[in-house]
């Protein structure tokens, strides 16, 4: 392609996986721009690609020779640069991948658009570049610019790797150890993404939980975030249970701005399991651990991470588990399907679990979980809920989250994206709540605990 310098680039994204990959996809898009690239919708035609993947199950090769093919296709001179966990797991395999020009491991990851920047041209090479190493920096750490979203609510990465362990996982060895961002660099970040008009962050990392920057922790992050303008909610990310201290529960509950939700990994509900998997607590503390987060946070939404299919899992462990979060108070579940990972601890354990048994297994969960996100959505009808709409759906309703997790839709003339505003819920259906806007009330219900009922009846 040999393109010189002073021509504007097309770059486009495609990402795989976690929210986390999605904040730091958002980074380099930043940085990308300012660097005099333009960036353009995955699937247009391009000088650049940028694939930031994802290691967690077997399928990101096959992911990735797919999104290369694809583009290729359209923009056969592309010049493909590959990142994230998968990058830095499997570099060997993508290097045989046809048509893949540059392969970064996480250590390189964050400084890809400088380097790309600084190639005298984009011809497609022999073989792709290889910039990699074991070695991770152990060291917190900043991040350059401000995530470019599209989108009303943008992800905030706090913190990076994990050093727990589970038998199953192998982000420990994409992504190092635990470190975090440095206070100072968070904060300005969140300001900038504020100024932008972001008012709803999501705390992204892998164990946020973990945070520490000198005497900073995540509690005390919270409060420095809380007194940003224009920031009206801080949403927290899926969050280990044995990282959860008390004051956190109780700053949630009597918070404005911090919504309440947690996502809290179960995996299993098998004590047996949990052992195999080199989780951090039992059943028993887990369960307690839910049922005072419910009594301490009103309405709080919790969500979990449920796997299936654990080697060795028996039809009774499994059905522990279907119990377990049948009777616990849980918004949804996400569910997993077990995935061998070479390099993890779990791939030595015998009596892997056929496949049709896993596939019956996950299906009767996302029943379990479909049921119980009607029955929470089911409590706040007749309720007003403070809403910040996103977009506008196929049948004409505008929708978006109240804090608590609940996706509303109400219909409208007005264009509602990136507003807040008091709904009347009066129904669920599809997985959705329905409602009406109270125009008595166009500013957003203030606080957590504003007295619902007397609002509505002023409003009558």
Same mark, same amino acid.
């Given at each position: 392609?040999?393109?010189? $310098?002073?021509?504007?680039?097309?770059?486009?994204?495609?990402?795989?996986?976690?929210?986390?990959?999605?904040?730091?996809?958002?980074? @380099?898009?930043?940085? &990308?721009?300012?660097?005099?690239?333009? /960036?353009?919708?995955?699937?247009?035609?391009?000088?650049?690609?940028?694939?930031?993947?994802?290691?967690?199950?077997?399928?990101?090769?096959?992911?990735?020779?797919?999104?290369?093919?694809?583009?290729?296709?359209?923009? /056969?001179?592309?010049?493909?640069?590959?990142?994230?966990?998968?990058? $830095?797991?499997?570099?060997?395999?993508?290097?045989?991948?046809?048509?893949?020009?540059?392969?970064?491991?996480?250590?390189?990851?964050?400084?890809?658009?400088?380097?790309?920047?600084?190639?005298?041209?984009?011809?497609?090479?022999?073989?792709?570049?290889?910039?990699?190493?074991?070695?991770?920096?152990?060291?917190?750490?900043? @991040?350059?610019?401000?995530?470019?979203?599209?989108?009303?609510?943008?992800?905030?990465?706090?913190?990076?790797?994990?050093?727990?362990? !589970?038998?199953? !996982?192998?982000?420990?060895?994409?992504?190092?150890?635990?470190?975090?961002? $440095?206070?100072?660099?968070?904060?300005?970040?969140?300001?900038?993404?504020?100024?932008?008009?972001?008012?709803?962050?999501?705390?992204?990392?892998?164990?946020?939980?973990?945070?520490?920057?000198?005497?900073?922790?995540?509690?005390?992050?919270?409060?420095?975030?809380?007194?940003?303008?224009?920031?009206?909610?801080?949403?927290?990310?899926?969050?280990?249970?044995?990282?959860? /201290?008390?004051?956190?529960?109780?700053?949630?509950?009597?918070?404005?701005?911090?919504?309440?939700?947690?996502?809290?990994?179960?995996?299993?509900?098998?004590?047996?399991?949990?052992?195999?998997?080199?989780?951090?607590?039992?059943?028993?503390?887990?369960?307690?651990?839910?049922?005072?987060?419910? !009594?301490?946070?009103?309405? @709080?939404?919790?969500?979990?991470?449920?796997?299936?299919?654990?080697?060795?899992?028996?039809?009774?462990?499994?059905?522990?588990?279907?119990?377990?979060?049948?009777?616990?108070?849980?918004?949804?579940?996400?569910?997993?399907?077990?995935?061998?990972?070479?390099?993890?601890?779990?791939?030595?354990?015998?009596?892997?679990?056929?496949?049709?048994?896993?596939?019956?297994?996950?299906?009767?969960?996302?029943?379990?979980?479909?049921?119980?996100?009607?029955? &929470?959505?089911?409590? &706040?009808?007749?309720?007003?809920?403070?809403?910040?709409?996103?977009?506008?759906?196929?049948?004409?309703?505008?929708?978006?989250?109240?804090?608590?997790?609940?996706?509303?839709?109400?219909?409208?003339?007005?264009?509602?994206?990136?507003?807040?505003?008091?709904?009347?819920?009066?129904?669920?259906?599809?997985?959705?709540?329905?409602?009406?806007?109270?125009?008595?009330?166009?500013? /957003?219900?203030?606080?957590?605990?504003?007295?619902?009922?007397? @609002?509505?009846?002023?409003?009558?």
């Amino acid at each position: 392609m040999g393109m010189t $310098q002073n021509i504007p680039r097309r770059v486009s994204f495609y990402t795989v996986g976690c929210r986390l990959n999605q904040a730091e996809t958002a980074l @380099l898009a930043d940085r &990308f721009r300012q660097l005099g690239f333009e /960036p353009v919708k995955f699937g247009d035609m391009t000088d650049v690609l940028v694939v930031n993947t994802c290691s967690v199950t077997e399928g990101a090769e096959a992911d990735c020779r797919r999104v290369v093919r694809r583009v290729l296709r359209k923009s /056969p001179d592309a010049f493909v640069a590959v990142t994230g966990c998968y990058a $830095q797991t499997g570099a060997d395999t993508l290097q045989a991948i046809d048509g893949i020009d540059l392969i970064l491991g996480t250590q390189y990851k964050m400084q890809l658009p400088e380097y790309v920047a600084s190639l005298p041209t984009y011809d497609k090479p022999a073989k792709p570049e290889l910039l990699h190493t074991k070695k991770i920096d152990h060291e917190n750490f900043t @991040l350059e610019g401000t995530g470019d979203y599209s989108t009303t609510r943008a992800n905030l990465k706090i913190q990076d790797g994990c050093q727990f362990m !589970c038998s199953f !996982c192998l982000i420990p060895f994409a992504r190092g150890r635990e470190r975090s961002r $440095q206070v100072d660099d968070a904060i300005r970040e969140a300001t900038e993404l504020a100024d932008r008009g972001h008012r709803e962050l999501v705390l992204t990392g892998v164990n946020i939980g973990q945070y520490q920057d000198a005497d900073v922790d995540i509690l005390t992050l919270l409060e420095r975030l809380e007194a940003i303008p224009g920031l009206d909610r801080i949403r927290i990310s899926s969050i280990e249970p044995t990282t959860i /201290p008390d004051p956190l529960l109780d700053y949630m509950a009597n918070s404005d701005k911090v919504c309440r939700f947690l996502h809290v990994p179960l995996q299993s509900g098998d004590d047996r399991i949990l052992k195999a998997m080199n989780r951090r607590y039992t059943v028993r503390e887990y369960v307690a651990f839910i049922e005072k987060a419910a !009594c301490r946070v009103p309405d @709080l939404c919790i969500g979990t991470d449920v796997m299936v299919g654990f080697p060795g899992e028996t039809e009774q462990e499994f059905a522990n588990t279907r119990s377990l979060v049948s009777d616990l108070p849980f918004a949804y579940l996400h569910v997993f399907s077990y995935s061998s990972r070479p390099g993890t601890a779990a791939v030595r354990i015998p009596n892997p679990v056929a496949p049709e048994v896993i596939k019956e297994r996950s299906q009767s969960l996302a029943k379990i979980s479909q049921r119980q996100r009607v029955v &929470f959505y089911q409590k &706040f009808v007749g309720r007003m809920v403070s809403v910040l709409f996103e977009t506008q759906n196929s049948a004409g309703l505008w929708t978006g989250l109240t804090d608590h997790y609940v996706k509303v839709g109400v219909p409208s003339r007005e264009d509602l994206k990136n507003e807040m505003r008091s709904v009347i819920v009066t129904g669920v259906t599809d997985g959705l709540a329905l409602g009406s806007l109270n125009e008595s009330f166009a500013q /957003p219900v203030a606080h957590h605990h504003t007295d619902l009922l007397s @609002l509505t009846s002023q409003a009558i």
